[in-house]
């Protein structure tokens, strides 16, 4: 992870989107991402930008366990935060990942 630790959430969810948007893949940024997002700081983002990280990682065909298991145990605890979009691109990312909660 490095220095993505010095990234604001926001600009996090900026970098992994615009990477998606373009279509450029980045095995080492989307990995160093599922890093970052483990434990405490996975916890503490928003719904809307766990959903937009597990979108931007599935759109490049990623598949972050650590990322994806912190948005389900988000959708889990604080599902009324999610809206309509989040929740679709939480559930589309996991379907596209084939991502398996064992929980």
Do not use: I, Y
């Not at 993505?4 to 373009?22: C, K, P, Q, T, Y």
Request: aromatic share 6%; with cysteine; hydrophobic share 50%.
């Amino acid at each position: 992870a490095g220095r993505l630790s010095h990234f604001a959430d926001g600009e996090l969810v900026m970098l992994a989107w615009a990477f998606a948007h373009v279509g450029t893949k980045a095995p080492q940024l989307f990995e160093a991402l599922d890093e970052e997002c483990a434990g405490e700081r996975g916890a503490q983002l928003s719904a809307t930008e766990l959903s937009l990280l597990a979108w931007a990682s599935a759109t490049l065909q990623h598949r972050p366990p650590r990322l994806l298991a912190s948005a389900v145990a988000a959708v889990r605890e604080r599902a009324a935060q999610f809206d309509d979009q989040a929740l679709c691109n939480v559930a589309w990312a996991l379907a596209k990942t084939g991502h398996a909660d064992p929980s």
